[in-house]
C-alpha cells in the first residue's frame, strides 16, 4: 500500500492512504502541538487494534457476543534499551464462554498480521529518488530468470507480466499489490489496485505467484480497456461532448419516429432477445455515461462471428446487462479470445445448472491423479476440515467447464465453483484457484447453506452473487447420489 505523507505545520504530518487521512504530532514536551497522536502511538495502536480485530471475526463467525469481552495492551519498555520491547495483550473473557473458545480467542490474538510482521522482521529500504512515481511497476516485476509457460497463455509468464505493467506504466498508472493469499499449496490470489485510485483494483488467482499476478494485471487492462471501473459513473460534460465517449469507432444513432428503435442497431436475432414483446424504446438506450440524450444512441461495433458482419450494440444494454462478463486480455487475439469465451461459457453452465437444479457428476480419483498439484490444494483443503467434492460440469462432455465445491461441516455453508477452458486440466485449476480467490478459512464460514427452496434459487440476486464471487445459494439436489449426467473426460483444446 502506497501512503504519501505531507509536512505540516510544526511538527505536524499528514499521511494520506485510500480516501483516509491520518494526521500526527508529538507532544508538548518534544516542541509539538500535542494535537494529535504521534507515529508510535499509532503503531502501537495498531497492534491492539488489529489483535481485536482478530478476536471479533473469531466471535462473529460462532455467533459469540462480543460486548463483555474487553482488550488491552501495554508495552513494556527494557530501560538500556527502548526498542526492545515487549508486548503484552490481555484480553477479559465472560464466565459463560466454553474453554474452547477461550483458547480460540486467544489463538486468533496470535494471528495479529501487524504481530506476525513485527516477529517476521520487515525490511527497510530507504533511498532517495527523483520522482516518488517513477519506476512505477517495480514491484511487480518478478526477481527470477526463468521462463514459465502454462498452458492457455502464448507467452512466458515472466514475459506477460512485463508487457502488461509496461504497458500500465506507460500510461502514467502506479500498481500496487494490497494483499496476497495462499492459505493451501498451489493456490495463489492476490489484490491489486491502482495507488491513486482505489476504485481502480482487480484480484487474481492461479497455482503460483507468477500466475496469479498475470490474471490480475490481465484483468486490471482488459477492465480499463472496458471502462469497466468507472462504468456506473457520469463522466462529466467535458467527454459527453468530446468527438467521442467510449471508442473513436462508436457510433451514434437518434431514435426514429415515436420514440422507436434506430434501424441500425442490433440485427434480427438480437432483437428477438432484447424486445421480444415490441416494448424496447430508443430513449431506454441512451448512453448513461456520457447522459447526452441530443447526440442519440451510443453504439459499440461488434462483429458477428457467422459471417463477419458489423451489429452495432448500444452501450447502455453492454453496461446495464453484461457488466464485466465476456471482457479478457491476452498476450494475442486468440488467447484473448478463448478466455472471454470460456468466461461466457463458465456463467452460462453454471446458470443452467443452479436454474434447472442438476446433479453432477463426480470426477473419478485416478482422473484427478493425472493432476498432482491440484490434488494437493483440495488435500490442503480436506486436512483443514473442509471436504470437497470435484464435478464434471460439461453437461454430458458439450460444454468446456469443470466444479470444485466445498462444504464446511460446522456452519452446514457450501460453495461452488465453476471454471472454465478447452483443457480440463486449466478448467478445474480454475475451478479450485475461483474458490479460494481472496478468502481466508474464516471467510469460509459465511457460506450459505443449500435449499430446496426452487425460488430462491431462480431469484435475480442469488444469479448475481454466483456471478461475484461464486457465493450465491445452491439446490440439495445438486448432491444428489444419482447425477443427471455421465462423466466424459473430456478436452476441447483442439
Same mark, same amino acid.
Given at each position: 500500500?502506497?501512503?504519501?505523507?505531507?509536512?505540516?505545520?510544526?511538527?505536524?504530518?499528514?499521511?494520506?492512504?485510500?480516501?483516509?487521512?491520518?494526521?500526527?504530532?508529538?507532544?508538548?514536551?518534544?516542541?509539538?502541538?500535542?494535537?494529535?497522536?504521534?507515529?508510535?502511538?499509532?503503531?502501537?495502536?495498531?497492534?491492539?487494534?488489529?489483535?481485536?480485530?482478530?478476536?471479533?471475526?473469531?466471535?462473529?463467525?460462532?455467533?459469540?457476543?462480543?460486548?463483555?469481552?474487553?482488550?488491552?495492551?501495554?508495552?513494556?519498555?527494557?530501560?538500556?534499551?527502548?526498542?526492545?520491547?515487549?508486548?503484552?495483550?490481555?484480553?477479559?473473557?465472560?464466565?459463560?464462554?466454553?474453554?474452547?473458545?477461550?483458547?480460540?480467542?486467544?489463538?486468533?490474538?496470535?494471528?495479529?498480521?501487524?504481530?506476525?510482521?513485527?516477529?517476521?522482521?520487515?525490511?527497510?529500504?530507504?533511498?532517495?529518488?527523483?520522482?516518488?512515481?517513477?519506476?512505477?511497476?517495480?514491484?511487480?516485476?518478478?526477481?527470477?530468470?526463468?521462463?514459465?509457460?502454462?498452458?492457455?497463455?502464448?507467452?512466458?509468464?515472466?514475459? /506477460?507480466?512485463?508487457?502488461?505493467?509496461?504497458?500500465?506504466?506507460?500510461?502514467?498508472?502506479?500498481?500496487?499489490?494490497?494483499?496476497?493469499?495462499?492459505?493451501?499449496?498451489?493456490?495463489?490470489?492476490?489484490?491489486?489496485?491502482?495507488?491513486?485510485?482505489?476504485?481502480?483494483?482487480?484480484?487474481?488467482?492461479?497455482?503460483?505467484?507468477?500466475?496469479?499476478?498475470?490474471?490480475?494485471?490481465?484483468?486490471?487492462?482488459?477492465?480499463?480497456?472496458?471502462?469497466?471501473?468507472?462504468?456506473?459513473?457520469?463522466?462529466?460534460?467535458?467527454?459527453?461532448?468530446?468527438?467521442?465517449?467510449?471508442?473513436?469507432?462508436?457510433?451514434?444513432?437518434?431514435?426514429?419516429?415515436?420514440?422507436?428503435?434506430?434501424?441500425?442497431?442490433?440485427?434480427?436475432?438480437?432483437?428477438?432477445?432484447?424486445?421480444?414483446?415490441?416494448?424496447?424504446?430508443?430513449?431506454?438506450?441512451?448512453? /448513461?455515461?456520457?447522459?447526452?440524450?441530443?447526440?442519440?444512441?451510443?453504439?459499440?461495433?461488434?462483429?458477428?462471428?457467422?459471417?463477419?458482419?458489423?451489429?452495432?450494440?448500444?452501450?447502455?444494454?453492454?453496461?446495464?446487462?453484461?457488466?464485466?462478463?465476456?471482457?479478457?486480455?491476452?498476450?494475442?487475439?486468440?488467447?484473448?479470445?478463448?478466455?472471454?469465451?470460456?468466461?461466457?461459457?463458465?456463467?452460462?453452465?453454471?446458470?443452467?445448472?443452479?436454474?434447472?437444479?442438476?446433479?453432477?457428476?463426480?470426477?473419478?480419483?485416478?482422473?484427478?491423479?493425472?493432476?498432482?498439484?491440484?490434488?494437493?490444494?483440495?488435500?490442503?483443503?480436506?486436512?483443514?476440515?473442509?471436504?470437497?467434492?470435484?464435478?464434471?460440469?460439461?453437461?454430458?462432455?458439450?460444454?468446456?467447464?469443470?466444479?470444485?465445491?466445498?462444504?464446511?461441516?460446522?456452519?452446514?455453508?457450501?460453495?461452488?465453483?465453476?471454471?472454465?477452458?478447452?483443457?480440463?486440466?486449466?478448467?478445474?485449476?480454475?475451478?479450485? /484457484?475461483?474458490?479460494?480467490?481472496?478468502?481466508?478459512?474464516?471467510?469460509?464460514?459465511?457460506?450459505?447453506?443449500? /435449499?430446496?427452496?426452487?425460488?430462491?434459487?431462480?431469484?435475480?440476486?442469488?444469479?448475481?452473487?454466483?456471478?461475484?464471487?461464486?457465493?450465491?445459494?445452491?439446490?440439495?439436489?445438486?448432491?444428489?447420489?444419482?447425477?443427471?449426467?455421465?462423466?466424459?473426460?473430456?478436452?476441447?483444446?483442439?
Amino acid at each position: 500500500m502506497e501512503i504519501k505523507v505531507n509536512f505540516l505545520d510544526n511538527l505536524r504530518l499528514e499521511a494520506k492512504f485510500d480516501d483516509f487521512t491520518v494526521i500526527a504530532d508529538q507532544p508538548i514536551r518534544y516542541k509539538g502541538d500535542g494535537s494529535a497522536p504521534g507515529p508510535f502511538d499509532y503503531f502501537l495502536a495498531s497492534s491492539a487494534l488489529c489483535a481485536a480485530y482478530f478476536v471479533k471475526l473469531y466471535c462473529q463467525t460462532r455467533d459469540i457476543p462480543t460486548e463483555n469481552i474487553r482488550l488491552s495492551q501495554n508495552n513494556i519498555v527494557d530501560p538500556e534499551n527502548r526498542y526492545a520491547q515487549i508486548f503484552k495483550i490481555q484480553v477479559e473473557l465472560p464466565a459463560d464462554i466454553s474453554e474452547k473458545d477461550r483458547l480460540g480467542i486467544l489463538r486468533s490474538i496470535d494471528r495479529c498480521t501487524v504481530k506476525k510482521v513485527v516477529q517476521q522482521g520487515p525490511e527497510f529500504i530507504i533511498e532517495e529518488v527523483e520522482n516518488l512515481d517513477a519506476d512505477a511497476q517495480a514491484l511487480l516485476m518478478p526477481v527470477s530468470d526463468t521462463t514459465t509457460y502454462i498452458p492457455g497463455k502464448d507467452l512466458p509468464l515472466e514475459q /506477460t507480466i512485463a508487457n502488461m505493467s509496461g504497458i500500465l506504466a506507460d500510461l502514467g498508472m502506479k500498481i500496487e499489490i494490497a494483499s496476497w493469499r495462499n492459505i493451501v499449496p498451489n493456490v495463489w490470489s492476490l489484490h491489486i489496485r491502482d495507488a491513486q485510485s482505489n476504485l481502480c483494483f482487480t484480484n487474481g488467482k492461479g497455482a503460483t505467484k507468477e500466475s496469479a499476478l498475470a490474471s490480475a494485471l490481465g484483468e486490471f487492462i482488459e477492465r480499463l480497456n472496458c471502462n469497466f471501473f468507472y462504468n456506473d459513473q457520469f463522466w462529466g460534460e467535458d467527454i459527453a461532448s468530446a468527438e467521442f465517449v467510449h471508442y473513436p469507432n462508436e457510433r451514434w444513432f437518434k431514435p426514429g419516429p415515436k420514440d422507436a428503435l434506430p434501424e441500425e442497431i442490433l440485427d434480427e436475432h438480437c432483437l428477438a432477445i432484447y424486445n421480444p414483446d415490441g416494448e424496447l424504446r430508443g430513449s431506454h438506450l441512451y448512453d /448513461t455515461n456520457s447522459g447526452n440524450t441530443l447526440r442519440g444512441i451510443c453504439s459499440l461495433p461488434f462483429v458477428r462471428q457467422s459471417d463477419g458482419e458489423t451489429v452495432y450494440f448500444p452501450s447502455n444494454l453492454i453496461e446495464n446487462l453484461y457488466l464485466s462478463n465476456g471482457m479478457s486480455a491476452g498476450n494475442t487475439l486468440a488467447e484473448a479470445q478463448v478466455q472471454c469465451l470460456s468466461e461466457i461459457f463458465e456463467r452460462a453452465v453454471k446458470r443452467e445448472i443452479l436454474e434447472g437444479e442438476l446433479c453432477l457428476p463426480d470426477v473419478p480419483q485416478e482422473v484427478l491423479a493425472k493432476y498432482p498439484g491440484i490434488v494437493a490444494g483440495i488435500q490442503g483443503l480436506e486436512e483443514q476440515g473442509f471436504p470437497v467434492l470435484v464435478k464434471d460440469a460439461s453437461l454430458g462432455g458439450e460444454f468446456p467447464v469443470m466444479c470444485v465445491t466445498l462444504m464446511n461441516p460446522r456452519t452446514g455453508g457450501v460453495f461452488a465453483s465453476f471454471g472454465a477452458h478447452p483443457s480440463l486440466e486449466v478448467a478445474l485449476e480454475r475451478s479450485l /484457484t475461483e474458490l479460494l480467490q481472496g478468502r481466508s478459512f474464516e471467510g469460509l464460514n459465511d457460506l450459505p447453506q443449500p /435449499t430446496f427452496d426452487s425460488l430462491a434459487l431462480t431469484e435475480p440476486n442469488n444469479f448475481v452473487e454466483h456471478f461475484i464471487d461464486s457465493s450465491g445459494v445452491v439446490s440439495w439436489r445438486f448432491f444428489g447420489a444419482t447425477p443427471d449426467f455421465e462423466f466424459v473426460e473430456w478436452d476441447f483444446s483442439g
